[in-house]
C-alpha cells in the first residue's frame, strides 16, 4: 500500500474531531507524488477543502496562486507540486467558531515519511506559522520570517498565510507584494520550465 493510500486511510483523530464544534469525521486530503518539485507546505485544510477533497479550493487558494504565478491546473498538477499540510485533516472549529490548529500527531506519524519520500523537492513554500516552525525551524513570528525570506531562498520561500483575514498585514507589509513575491514566481518559473 502506497503511503498516500495509508494517509488517506488514516483515522488516528476521529475521537478528537468528533469533540470538536463541528463534529466531523476526518477526511485526509493526501496530494503529493514523489515527482512533485515544488512543495507547498500549509497549516491544515479548511472546512472547504475537508468538503471538495481538493487543497487551497478556496478564496486562500485563488491569492496563494496568484502569489506563485501558477494556474490552477497547474498548481493542482501533483506530479510537479506536492501539498502537504502540517495536518492533512480539516481540525475543525472551537465552540466559538474559531479554526483550531493542526494536532500534532499528524505531523509526528506522517511527515517525516512523506518528506523522504518528496526528494526531489527543488522549492519548499512554506505557508504560516506552523509549517514554518517545522520546516524553517522558526522560532520567530510569521511576520519575521516572512521578512527574513532571503535567509532560506531559493531553496524555500516562507510566507503568510494568503486567507483573506490576512488583508490587513499585507496593506501593512507592502514590502511582500514588492520584494518577496517577484522572486517567488521567478523561481517557481524556473523550476517548472527546468
Known amino acids: 500500500m502506497s503511503l498516500a493510500t495509508r494517509i488517506a486511510s488514516c483515522r488516528i483523530c476521529a475521537d478528537r474531531f468528533a469533540q470538536t464544534g463541528t463534529a466531523h469525521a476526518p477526511r485526509p486530503v493526501v496530494w503529493f507524488r514523489p ?4 512543495l507547498i507546505a500549509g497549516q491544515a485544510p479548511g472546512a472547504r477543502v475537508h468538503a471538495s477533497g481538493k487543497p487551497f479550493d478556496d478564496p486562500s487558494g485563488e491569492r496563494l496562486r496568484e502569489w506563485l504565478g ?14 502537504v499540510p502540517m495536518a492533512f485533516c480539516f481540525p475543525g472549529y472551537n465552540a466559538k467558531g474559531a479554526d483550531l ?54 531553496r524555500a520561500f516562507p510566507l503568510p ?6 488583508t490587513a498585514w499585507l496593506k501593512r507589509n507592502a514590502w511582500f507584494a514588492q520584494d518577496v513575491l517577484p522572486a517567488l514566481r521567478a523561481r517557481v518559473k524556473e523550476v517548472l520550465n527546468d
Open 161 to 166: 498565510h494568503p486567507s483573506w483575514r490576512n
Open 35 to 38: 515527482t512533485a518539485r515544488i
Open 70 to 83: 501558477l494556474s490552477a491546473a497547474q498548481f493542482h498538477d501533483t506530479s510537479r507540486v506536492a501539498i
Open 101 to 154: 490548529p493542526p494536532p500534532p500527531v499528524c505531523r509526528s506519524t506522517w511527515h517525516d515519511l512523506v518528506m523522504q519520500e518528496l526528494a526531489g523537492i527543488r522549492l519548499s513554500v512554506i505557508v504560516g506559522g506552523y509549517a514554518q516552525k517545522y520546516h524553517l525551524h522558526s522560532k520567530a513570528g510569521v511576520t519575521e520570517t516572512v521578512r527574513a525570506w532571503r535567509d532560506h531562498a531559493p
